[in-house]
């Protein structure tokens, strides 16, 4: 009791495996019967499903069932910033009283961290958060990163079969979000990169985002090479 659980809030990163609605539910009565503390992590809004309202069920039901949480996002993925570290961090407190307690230690840990951040980065979100008209084309702009990612997963499940991989490549879209974990084994790993080039995690996981209409043939062709 009273210790915090991480929670990604959707394209779980590495396994690419999300809970569904219901099983979000069932976690949510858990962590308040356990006295848990929630901490969501939400560094894919938009990505797993395409839906930005869609991919924020989990946070939006613990909130609901009255739990206080703790969220870090970042708009590094989803609004294209990686290079400006921009994000926010939100702490749901019962009363104005504990908010200002948290807010004074918040600053005390921020303060030797990074003091004062650029203002640029946290502009460009705001913007594009406020001005409807770049929100709507953010959002399709989302959306279709999401089904680009989905349709690299087609066709390197369809490669891999077009191979004559007799292996159950099913996983890679099952899976949901940016990664993927593939099966493959270490040795199999260590094989692809040294004989194909082909860089990725020693557990197999590859960025589905890295997967282009130009390489994706080219990575089956690896994978089955390897893991034949």
Same mark, same amino acid.
């Given at each position: ?19 569904? /609605? ?14 848990? !503390? ?32 703790? !969220? ?13 570290? &921009? ?13 200002? +307690?948290?807010?004074? /230690? ?41 089904? +680009?990612?989905? &349709?690299?997963?087609?066709? !390197? /499940? ?11 490549? /099913? ?13 493959? &084994? ?6 692809? &990169? ?35």
């Amino acid at each position: 009791e009273g210790s915090i659980i991480m929670l990604h809030a959707c394209a779980h990163n590495p396994t690419g495996v999300d809970p569904t /609605q219901e099983q979000w539910k069932e976690l949510s009565k858990v962590v308040k019967e356990k006295k848990l !503390l929630p901490f969501f992590d939400m560094a894919y809004q938009g990505f797993a499903s395409g839906d930005v309202d869609k991919d924020a069920f989990a946070v939006r039901q613990f909130l609901a069932d009255g739990h206080n949480i703790l !969220l870090s996002q970042s708009y590094s993925k989803n609004m294209g910033l990686y290079g400006e570290r &921009t994000g926010a961090f939100t702490v749901v407190c019962k009363d104005k009283e504990e908010a200002a +307690r948290v807010e004074s /230690q918040i600053k005390i840990i921020v303060r030797p961290l990074y003091s004062n951040p650029p203002r640029h980065g946290a502009r460009i979100v705001t913007e594009i958060l406020v001005n409807p008209e770049i929100r709507a084309e953010w959002l399709v702009d989302v959306k279709t990163m999401a089904d +680009r990612i989905i &349709t690299m997963r087609d066709k !390197l /499940q369809a490669g891999l079969a077009r191979e004559g991989s007799t292996k159950n490549w /099913q996983h890679i879209t099952d899976q949901i979000g940016m990664f993927c974990f593939t099966g493959m &084994t270490p040795d199999q790993v260590e094989r692809i &990169t040294k004989e194909f080039s082909v860089y990725l995690t020693k557990d197999g996981r590859i960025s589905v985002a890295g997967i282009s209409s130009t390489n994706v043939d080219y990575l089956a062709h690896a994978m089955h090479a390897v893991t034949k």
